[in-house]
């Protein structure tokens, strides 16, 4: 009986570990991972708002002069489907009834709402997350864990190349540094 429950026993600590991290340059085809190394430094200087909000364009392109690699829907084909751990920065969409962040888009960096040029559609994840989580400060990073799929998302706020149906939303704590 005891040689039965080993493998039940590791199997379920297997299925509790966290999954491994996913860079976001992972999210970009070589060839815009490229461009993007190539491409000269933005110059930031007066172009963020005076307001902790959201810009009037959210995380769409307003610039049209930026490299093509700044509008790039281009996607990764083998992680369709592909359970991974990212972590990013919440740009919430909508709550419940308790408050709790339910559909979000998760970004590469702190305050991509207000800073232009926002990332490239396939540096945003639409994250999916029915049961909630409660986001006291959209600049404090998330641990996000699912199902990534590659989808097209186009709304009034922003071009996404990806969607994660998540399985796991946790702030990041110290311990994870």
């Known amino acids: 009986m005891r ?3 080993l493998p039940l026993l590791l199997i379920s600590r297997l299925a509790c570990a966290e999954l491994p991290e996913t860079d976001w340059l992972e999210l970009m085809p070589a060839q815009d991972r490229a461009a993007l190394a190539a491409m000269a430094e933005i ?3 007066g172009v ?3 307001s902790e ?4 364009g959210g995380l769409k392109q307003q610039d049209k002069d930026l490299p093509a690699v700044m509008y790039s829907t281009s996607t990764v084909a083998e992680l369709n489907g592909k359970a991974l751990r ?3 920065y919440p740009v919430p969409l909508e709550t419940d009834r308790q408050g709790r962040s339910t559909l979000f ?3 590469p960096y702190p305050g991509a709402c207000i800073h232009v040029p926002p990332p490239p559609p396939n540096q945003l994840v ?3 997350y029915p049961q909630g989580i409660e986001l006291e400060d959209i600049y404090a990073p998330l641990w996000v864990s699912g199902t990534l799929k590659i989808e097209q998302v186009n709304n009034e706020l922003a071009d996404a190349a990806y969607a994660l ?3 796991e939303v946790r702030m990041v704590e110290e311990s994870d540094l």
């Not at 909000?53 to 009037?56: K, V």
């Open 3 to 5: 040689y039965l429950l």
């Open 43 to 45: 110059d930031h200087q």
């Open 48 to 50: 963020e708002l005076e």
């Open 53 to 56: 909000f959201y810009s009037p």
């Open 86 to 88: 990212l972590g990013g």
């Open 105 to 107: 888009f998760l970004v």
């Open 126 to 128: 639409l994250v999916r």
């Open 165 to 167: 149906e998540a399985g």
